[in-house]
Every structure is written in C-alpha cells, then in structure tokens.
C-alpha cells in the first residue's frame, strides 16, 4: 500500500503512540518454526532456495537512512514485540521537503537473526528469482513526495509476509521453516545505493 502525506503521518503517530509495547493481542495457533537465534534456518524440501536480497551487510542503516548528510528515509514499526500470529505495520517515509525515488513496495526482506546471519525468512523453487531481485532493485521506480511513503501490514504467520502483490514477474515464494519466536528485522532496499531496517521480535500468541 503506498500512502499520502496524511496517512503515512496517522500510520508513523500509531506507531509512536505503541511504542516498544507491541501487538501482543494475536490469537492463534503457536509458532512451529525454531526458537531463539537458530544455528541456521533449514527447510526440508531440497529444491527451496532462500531469498538472497541483493544488498550488503554494510550498506543497512536502522531506522533512519542518510545521504548527503540529511536524512532521506525514515523506517517505522508499530511495536517492538509482536506476537505470532498478528500483524505488525511498517511505515516508510520521505523525511525531505523535495520528491524522493525508491524501487517498488515489493523491494523489502523479512529476515530471522541466525548464528550465520539474517537470512529471509522466505524463498522459493521459482529460477526466476534472481531476474527479479535484480528488477526491484532498480535505481527507482517510484516517486515519493514530502512524507510520503508505504505502508506494509504484515501477518506474523507462514502465509503472511509472502505477498508480493502479483504480477507475470513475480516468483512464487513460501516460507520455509516456519516462522518461529526470536529476533526477526524488517529491511527495505529499494533505496538506491543502500537499505533501510527495523528490527523487532515475534513472541508466542498472547
């Protein structure tokens, strides 16, 4: 969902109004996937291969991304714990006076902290997906306005964060394991020449 001026700000003042609380009223099923920070996230079927989003560790910046000296992006979530099995909003916006170019909405990772690194949680056994890594990361793709943005609802379960709003280029992806409770980051990197995270953690249905 990309958003106005207006709804992006109501979108960012909730997120500031929850705070660090989170969305612990989810109800549902418990998470299956593992716990803590796992050694790695593994996935029985052989021919899944994880999403690997085209962006180096050094070029992530949290919450605020700078260039020039100013800064150009904001990223915010709507709480810093959220329970499996309910919805965490995440909010981009411009923070310049001047339109701003991003990729697409779809340019973004949901990843999970392992003792090898953040992986996504996501991947696919599509062959496309590397042509269309390198297509969303684009130099731009779409314009922002003074704080304006997207906005990205995302359910905190295997079927959630897989949604890439569906077009003829779009792999199909799953998640694989299952989403399971521990450190997990929000990045988006369709900022040219870097990306932009937030992290947060999924705990056990309140």
């Known amino acids: 969902m990309r958003v106005t001026r207006r709804g992006l700000l109501s979108a960012l003042g909730a997120a500031t109004a929850v705070g ?3 969305c612990l009223g989810g109800a549902g099923r418990e998470p299956e996937g593992p716990e803590g920070t796992p050694a790695d996230l593994v996935c029985e079927d052989e021919g899944f291969r994880r999403l690997e989003p085209p962006f180096e560790e050094d070029e992530v910046s949290y919450t605020t991304f700078v260039g020039d000296g100013e800064p150009l992006f904001e990223l915010a979530l709507d709480g810093r714990t959220i ?4 919805t965490v909003r995440v909010a981009l916006r411009n923070r310049t006076d001047e339109p701003r170019e991003t990729g ?5 990772s949901l990843q999970r902290a392992t003792e090898a690194g953040w992986q996504d949680v996501r991947g696919t056994t599509d062959e ?3 042509e269309w890594l390198d297509g969303e990361r684009g130099e731009s793709g779409t314009v922002h306005g003074p704080g304006e943005g997207f906005v990205w609802d995302l359910p905190l379960e295997e079927s959630g964060p897989v949604d890439l709003g569906e077009t003829e280029a779009s792999p199909s992806l799953s998640v694989c394991p299952p989403l399971g409770t521990g450190p997990y980051r929000f990045v988006y990197w369709g900022i040219p ?3 932009i995270a937030a992290d ?5 249905p309140g």
């Open 104 to 108: 697409p909405r779809t340019a973004f």
């Open 200 to 204: 947060f953690s999924v705990v056990g």
């Open 83 to 86: 329970a499996y099995g309910s």
């Open 128 to 130: 496309s997906v590397d």
């Open 193 to 195: 020449g870097g990306a």
């Open 20 to 22: 660090s609380a989170g």
